[in-house]
């Protein structure tokens, strides 16, 4: 499937369809079932990388859809190719062989070179000069560990990876069936550092500027109303920010964070309309009543902005300990509530915090 922002779809309130996904309610063991939607945010996604080695770990989850943008896509199919391989430990060990590849480079989200000298490089040149090869090492690290033929084929879970098309404005997600390394450079390429991707003849950027990451496709494809985000955006500051590099680390957070707003905006309108009866009886099963939990990084939030592309290793696995510690507070606070009640006040943490 593959959708855009001004598609009849783009709201995500609807019915998933009739074919049956992976998992589904309750999963392969009799398990809550549960859609991942996976942040961006280049080397902080070690922090998501984190959170599902806890909750691979855990083992009472199962899960049905997995969405992303950015590393956050990475993490979704990597996860995907671990567990063809050999289930929960396959998926867990996919995931640290990736990041493990990712700490032996430089660069791979970006570039290794911080300060004023290296933002004024990158204002003042484009990637086709700075970069005409448009090198990425990630390429070969996906290309490697990742059987995007397999993939396409076998795949235990749903998978939506969104990019954005540069001439039109509109976000494409691509689903399982599409999936390839093209799709995760495209769904990854900040257009400061490489050349935008091209695919079926359209140029794309980053997917975390419209879908970060795509929450509406787990309404049409898959059964589950469980939806867990893991976020690595701080969505609130204590103060406004006056430096130039807070300034622009708060811009970026703003940024990716916005589409996700609004995909929460959409889901609670139809929570306000079904839990006050605003609809009439025969109405109600064409809206999904979704029931939405998160994993938040509230401590990434001291991070600048230029540690997104920071990818030494100790770095990598400090950020996984986090991510760790995260998912075991959630399952320790949150589990209960899986597949019975929201466990995040979407209206409060999302749309009106006051």
Known sequence: ????????????????????????????????????????????????????????????LDFEGLSGASAGAMNAVVMAQGWMDGGRDGAREALER????????????????????????MRTF???????????????ILDTQVDFERLREESPFRLFVSATNV?????????????????LLASSCLPTVFHAVTID???????????????FPFF?????????????NPLARDRVPRNPGEILDRLNEITFNASLISEMRAIAFVQKLLGEGWLKPEFESMLRNVLVHAVRAEGLAGLGSESKFTTATPFLLDLRERGREAAGA?????????????????????????
């Open 126 to 140: 484009s990637p086709y000069h700075l970069n005409p090869a448009n090198l990425n090492p990630l390429r070969g």
């Open 167 to 183: 001439r039109t404005s509109h976000v494409r997600v691509f689903a399982t069936q599409e999936m390839s390394v093209d799709v």
């Open 330 to 354: 959630w399952l320790a606070e949150n589990f209960q509530h899986v597949g019975k009640r929201s466990s995040v006040d979407v209206r409060r943490t999302f749309l009106s915090p006051t």
């Open 220 to 232: 049409y494809e898959c059964r589950s109303r469980d939806l867990l985000v893991i976020m690595v």
């Open 201 to 215: 003849g359209e140029g794309y950027w980053d997917g975390g500027y419209l879908a970060d990451p795509p929450l």
């Open 1 to 60: 499937m593959s959708g855009s922002a001004d598609s009849p779809r783009r709201n995500g309130t609807g019915p998933a369809r009739d074919k049956a996904p992976a998992g589904g309610a309750r999963g392969r063991n009799s398990h809550p079932t549960v859609n991942l939607g996976l942040q961006g945010g280049g080397s902080h996604g070690a922090f998501t990388w984190g959170v599902l080695d806890r909750l691979l770990e855990d083992g009472r």
């Open 98 to 121: 990736f990041w493990r590849s990712v700490g032996g480079g430089s660069g791979i989200f970006g570039t290794e070179m911080l300060g004023a000298w290296a933002d004024l490089l």
